[in-house]
């Protein structure tokens, strides 16, 4: 599954910026962990996923995993992080993985999956004018916040039979099961995508509170929890999906405009965690008119590889089906 690859040239180019489009009893549940103080990210009047959750776990505490050099090695100590997501359109696509709300109102269609077998059979809502991701993976997210129910899919289609996609998944945003170990979702990793995104409204509101996504040129053939699943580009000895990296703690974000800021701090305290083959270090989020694009650009280009280190979330794990994680 390849990410929209937006060339650094973009930062030269002047974009307008002004807009938003806006269970059953889990696996691992330990009654005797309790849930992270704050609480987790709120979204359509839904959790996304409990606070206790692994993608809503600070990392800033944990150690730094014994592979952490060789694997930020392999993705480049020279790059630059990469805003994934914008205001603006690359070669006439809008830039960013977009997500969809419905009220429970939603038609429900059947798809016709690639993998069926490491699906969700569906059916799944598809909202009017359902927005779809204009680039190469063609991603479909709906959240029905009538159950707090997200539905993903990967290589959406419309065809003259009816609706097509790669592969798809379902997730309980109040539970904590994961995919059956080896089952993909509508990403590489297993993983859900909505969660990791960096959506403008958050960065607006001066906090994200949980993991982001990225993605890596050279993959392993294994992953690490909580992914479920690997596609691998390279062998053993590349960075694992599931792998979650984190911003070093003496970095200074003072330099840094607001709305940088925001995501850097983040990347500090929650990390980021490589969820699909892509351009390297770079940071899924939605689309929105309001993004300046010249300046995540040129800024987050500013962070590179070098300036981060991949933590061990293994103290995390309470049981590998389960993404309720251990609380610090």
Same mark, same amino acid.
């Given at each position: 599954?390849?990410?929209?690859?937006?060339?650094?040239l973009?930062?030269?180019?002047?974009?307008?910026?002004?807009?938003?489009? =806006?269970?059953?009893?889990?696996? *691992?549940?330990?009654?005797?962990?309790e849930?992270?103080?704050?609480?987790?990210?709120?979204?359509? =009047?839904?959790?996304?996923?409990?606070?206790?959750?692994?993608?809503?776990?600070?990392?800033?505490?944990?150690?730094?995993?014994?592979?952490?050099?060789?694997? +930020?090695?392999? +993705?480049?100590?020279?790059?630059g992080?990469?805003?994934?997501? *914008?205001?603006?359109s690359?070669?006439?696509?809008?830039? $960013?993985?977009?997500?969809?709300?419905?009220?429970?109102?939603?038609?429900?269609?059947?798809?016709?999956?690639?993998?069926?077998?490491?699906?969700?059979?569906?059916?799944?809502?598809?909202?009017?004018?359902?927005?779809?991701?204009?680039?190469?993976?063609?991603?479909?997210?709906?959240? !029905?916040?009538?159950?707090?129910?997200?539905?993903?899919?990967?290589?959406?289609?419309?065809?003259?039979? *009816?609706?097509?996609?790669?592969s798809?998944?379902?997730?309980?945003?109040?539970?904590?099961?994961?995919?059956?170990?080896?089952?993909?979702?509508?990403?590489?990793?297993?993983?859900?995508?909505?969660?990791?995104?960096?959506?403008?409204?958050?960065?607006?509101? *001066?906090? +994200?509170?949980?993991?982001?996504?990225?993605?890596?040129? #050279?993959?392993?053939?294994?992953?690490? #929890?909580?992914?479920?699943?690997? /596609?691998?580009? =390279?062998?053993?000895?590349?960075?694992?999906?599931?792998?979650?990296?984190?911003?070093?703690?003496?970095?200074?974000?003072? =330099?840094?405009s607001?709305?940088?800021?925001?995501i850097?701090?983040?990347?500090?305290?929650?990390?980021?965690?490589?969820?699909?083959? $892509?351009?390297? #270090?770079? +940071?899924?989020?939605?689309?929105?008119?309001? #993004?300046?694009d !010249?300046?995540?650009?040129?800024?987050?280009?500013?962070?590179?590889?070098?300036?981060?280190?991949?933590?061990?979330?293994?103290?995390?794990?309470? !049981?590998?089906?389960s993404?309720? /994680?251990?609380?610090?």
């Amino acid at each position: 599954m390849a990410q929209l690859r937006w060339p650094f040239l973009l930062a030269l180019t002047s974009l307008l910026t002004s807009g938003c489009y =806006g269970a059953q009893p889990a696996a *691992g549940e330990n009654p005797g962990s309790e849930p992270a103080a704050g609480g987790g990210p709120i979204l359509a =009047g839904c959790p996304v996923f409990p606070a206790d959750h692994v993608w809503n776990t600070p990392i800033d505490h944990l150690p730094v995993h014994s592979n952490s050099e060789a694997w +930020i090695e392999r +993705i480049s100590l020279e790059k630059g992080l990469h805003p994934d997501f *914008g205001s603006g359109s690359w070669e006439g696509k809008r830039i $960013g993985i977009p997500f969809n709300v419905t009220d429970g109102s939603a038609p429900r269609e059947s798809f016709t999956l690639r993998w069926p077998e490491e699906s969700d059979p569906g059916p799944y809502p598809v909202p009017a004018g359902a927005r779809i991701e204009e680039g190469d993976d063609h991603h479909l997210l709906v959240l !029905d916040s009538s159950d707090c129910t997200l539905y993903e899919l990967f290589d959406v289609r419309q065809t003259a039979s *009816g609706w097509a996609a790669g592969s798809g998944a379902i997730f309980d945003l109040e539970g904590y099961a994961l995919r059956p170990d080896g089952w993909t979702s509508a990403d590489a990793a297993g993983l859900p995508i909505l969660p990791g995104l960096v959506r403008y409204d958050e960065v607006a509101s *001066g906090e +994200i509170k949980h993991a982001l996504r990225f993605t890596a040129d #050279w993959t392993s053939a294994g992953h690490l #929890w909580p992914a479920r699943h690997h /596609a691998p580009t =390279g062998d053993l000895t590349d960075p694992p999906m599931g792998m979650r990296v984190r911003l070093r703690s003496d970095f200074d974000t003072g =330099g840094f405009s607001p709305e940088v800021r925001v995501i850097l701090e983040a990347l500090k305290k929650y990390g980021m965690i490589l969820a699909d083959n $892509g351009g390297d #270090w770079f +940071i899924s989020g939605e689309p929105d008119e309001r #993004w300046n694009d !010249d300046v995540l650009v040129a800024e987050l280009y500013r962070v590179k590889g070098a300036d981060f280190e991949v933590v061990d979330t293994s103290s995390l794990m309470l !049981d590998p089906d389960s993404g309720r /994680a251990r609380q610090p």
